[in-house]
């Protein structure tokens, strides 16, 4: 309900940190798949920077 306000850069940002978070609990049992997530985080990343830029 209070997510009805947030931006599409605040949207993105949390979502970035739970793929972080979710690649940090990979990382202690499967290396490859938090390698994955952390690609797909930094991918968010460069889009969160973009959405700041304009």
């Given amino acids: 309900m209070f997510n009805l306000f947030k931006s599409k850069a605040e949207k993105l940002r949390d979502k970035h940190k739970k793929l972080l978070e979710q690649a940090f609990q990979l990382s202690k ?8 997530l ?6 968010l990343m460069k889009e969160i920077e973009a959405l700041e830029i304009k």
């Fill in 29 to 36: 049992s499967d290396r490859s798949k938090s390698d994955n």
């Fill in 38 to 43: 952390y690609a797909q985080a930094e991918e």
